[in-house]
C-alpha cells in the first residue's frame, strides 16, 4: 500500500470528494493525479491536505504501516531475530528461489538471493579476508540497482542494509554518501526515513573504522552535519559515541573512552538502559581490541551484519 494509495483509501473512507479537498494550492485534477501516483506532491502540501481531513501524520503513518508490509519485510522475518545457521539460510534459500519464479519483474527475490548466498559464504567459512572477491562480485547487480536508482526511498536503504557486509569499502563509502544525498527528496517523511538512513550510516562506519578510517572519520563529518536539523536527540548521542569509537581506533584510546561513556551516561539518563547496555558492551570489546593490538595479536577484521530492516 503506497502513500498515495493509503491517501485515496482514506479520502473514500471519510467520503470527501476531491473537489471539497481541492483549494488554491491543490486542485481536484492535481490531487487526482498523484492518488493515481501520476505526480509528486511536496511535504507541506500533503500535510495541509490531511489536516483538512482531520487526520494527524501519526494517524496517517499508522494507517500506511498496518496496510504495507512488503515482500522484503516479510521475507526477512523469516531469519530476522533469530540464530545464523546453515539450515536456516538454506530454508531461507529455497522459499526466495520458489517466490522468483512468481514474481516475474521484481528483483527482490534476486537481491535475497545473494543475500542468502553471501551468508553461506560466511557460514562455510570459504571467506578468508575482507573485503572479500567472492563476495563483491555476488552483490555487484545490488551496487549497479543502486548506483542506478536516482531518488533512494526505505526499499533502496533496506537493500543497502542487507548487503553492506559484502561491499568493498570504497564502494560502501560511496554508497553511503549516495544514500545521504539521495533521500533529501525526504526531508520529513511519514515513513522516519531519516531514522532508517542513519541506520545505514552507522553500520557503514562500523565497518569504515576498520578498514578505512579516514573515510569514516569523513562520514562522521557528514552524519555531523545531517544531523544538525534532523532526527531526534538520540541519533546525536549515536554520533557522541561513535566518534569515542573512532577515537579508540585511531590511537586516542582515553579520550575515546570518556567520549563514549558520556554518551552512555546520557542514554542512563535519559532512561534507555538497554541502549546503555549495548553500548557499554561495545565499549569493552573496542578497548580489549587495542589491548589486543598491543599485545601483538591480529585483531578480528569480520563485519557487522544487519538482517534487521
Known amino acids: 500500500m503506497t502513500i498515495e494509495k493509503t491517501f485515496y483509501r482514506l479520502r473514500k473512507n471519510k467520503k470527501i470528494t476531491l473537489t471539497a479537498l481541492s483549494d488554491q494550492n491543490a486542485s481536484a485534477s492535481f490531487i487526482g493525479k498523484f492518488e493515481k501516483g501520476q505526480t509528486n506532491m511536496s511535504v507541506s502540501r500533503f500535510f495541509k491536505l490531511l489536516e483538512k481531513m482531520h ?12 496496510n504495507n508490509e512488503n515482500y522484503l519485510s516479510k521475507r526477512i522475518k523469516l531469519i530476522d531475530n533469530q540464530a545464523i545457521t546453515k539450515e536456516l539460510i538454506q530454508d531461507f534459500y529455497k522459499t526466495i528461489k520458489k517466490d522468483q519464479t512468481e514474481k516475474c519483474g521484481d528483483n527482490t527475490p534476486e537481491f535475497l538471493l545473494i543475500l542468502a548466498n553471501g551468508l553461506l559464504l560466511l557460514l562455510n567459512q570459504e571467506v578468508k579476508e575482507w573485503p572479500s572477491n567472492e563476495l563483491y562480485v555476488l552483490a555487484k547487480p545490488v551496487q549497479d540497482y543502486l548506483l542506478g536508482v536516482e531518488t533512494w526511498g526505505i526499499y533502496e536503504l533496506q537493500i543497502f542494509t542487507l548487503t553492506s557486509f559484502m561491499l568493498p569499502a570504497d564502494i560502501l563509502y560511496l554508497l553511503t554518501k549516495l544514500a545521504i544525498k539521495r533521500v533529501q527528496l525526504y526531508e520529513h517523511s511519514l515513513l522516519n526515513i531519516q531514522t532508517q538512513l542513519m541506520h545505514v550510516v552507522w553500520t557503514s562506519f562500523s ?37 569515542g569509537w573512532y577515537d579508540i581506533e585511531t590511537g586516542n584510546i582515553t579520550k575515546g573512552v570518556r567520549q563514549s561513556n558520556i554518551a552512555i551516561d546520557i542514554y542512563n539518563s535519559l532512561g534507555y538502559k538497554e541502549k546503555a547496555n549495548s553500548l557499554r558492551t561495545q565499549l569493552e570489546h573496542h578497548i580489549k581490541r587495542q589491548e589486543d593490538k598491543k599485545q601483538g595479536h591480529k585483531p578480528d577484521g569480520s563485519r557487522v551484519i544487519s538482517i534487521y530492516i
Open 55 to 66: 487526520v494527524s501524520q501519526a494517524e496517517f503513518e499508522f494507517l500506511l504501516l498496518e
Open 207 to 243: 565497518t569504515l573504522v576498520y578498514e578505512q578510517p579516514a573515510s569514516a572519520y569523513k562520514l562522521l563529518n557528514i552524519a555531523e552535519n545531517y544531523l544538525v536539523n534532523h532526527i531526534d536527540v538520540t541519533e546525536k548521542i549515536t554520533l557522541m559515541f561513535n566518534k
